[in-house]
């Protein structure tokens, strides 16, 4: 294939697309909302033709292509809600993340990480096919893995995200425990307790223990918003404090002494994993050690003595 024959898809494919576009965007074509229908019944519109009225909102960088296609994603996102496809699972590992997100939302930006995957697919057989090398099974296997490599990194990076965020609320929960310990035992409320911390501290922990407050602020009994707390997180030893609280809380039981019992428990748990690791390094490092260094140690201790086999003495 030349390179004006390349030139000449790429051109018939972007005028194809943007004439898409256009029919898409027609009134006809796309179907107003329940919310849009109503709208100017529900708000002063002012006797002023649209043409001369400003566009509302933040201007965008491309114009009215962007427009354009922040309109399509967004119907593609209404689109793909109709599936919900493990919408619950997803919600609770967003908010282990701390995400303030949808599952719709992550799904649609996985939709655009496999489309991103596609794109650079599209891009390279265009390129090779202009270089005359193209090939029609690697373009193919390219079409199928690129895509799901994008949605299955979106997801995957999450999944690290969880873990990297329940690794700092464990290392800052003893802290932050024997704070509250400290501020119960000098006389403060729970409430108090909490807000104390939250004034003095900052971190995964500490935003989790301001949802609370803010919370309990807003008319949230304290018990149930402790218990929103564990269900966000869903880490053991933080629900085991939560529940500690609970229980303190409602039979009356010293809360200091709750709240240090728990802040050391974590510490040993802290140390237990730290030895439990070092166990699995411990035997790691038998890898390099027989396969490495062991031969060499075997090859110079007897090549002396081959050497000297061979050359008979």
Known sequence: MSTIAALAIVAGGILGAGLWLVLVRLPFMRRPSFAERIEPQLRFVAPQSRLLRDIDGPQVLFGPLERILRALIADAIRWLGR???????????????????TPLDFRARQVLWAAAGLGLVVASVVLSAATGSFNLSLALFGAIVLPGAGFVAKDYFLTVRIKHRQRRILAEFPSLAELMALAVGAGESATGALE?????????????????????????????????????????????????????????????????????????????????????????????????????????AVFPGLALLQFGF
């Open 83 to 101: 599936f919900d496809i493990g919408a619950a699972a997803l919600a609770v590992r967003l908010r282990q993340a701390g995400r303030n997100q």
């Open 196 to 300: 104390r911390v939250c004034r003095s501290s900052h971190g995964e922990l500490s935003g989790e223990f301001k949802i609370v407050l803010a919370q309990t602020r807003s008319g949230i009994p304290l018990i149930q918003a402790l218990t929103g707390l564990s269900e966000r997180t869903r880490i053991i030893p933080l629900v085991r404090f939560v529940d500690g609280i609970i229980v303190a809380v409602e039979r009356g039981t010293p809360l200091a002494d709750v709240l240090r019992a728990q802040a050391q428990d974590v510490r040993d748990t802290a140390k237990r994993e730290l030895m439990e690791s070092a166990g699995r390094k411990e035997i790691g490092m038998m890898v390099p050690l027989v396969f490495g260094v062991l031969p060499l140690t075997i090859i110079f």
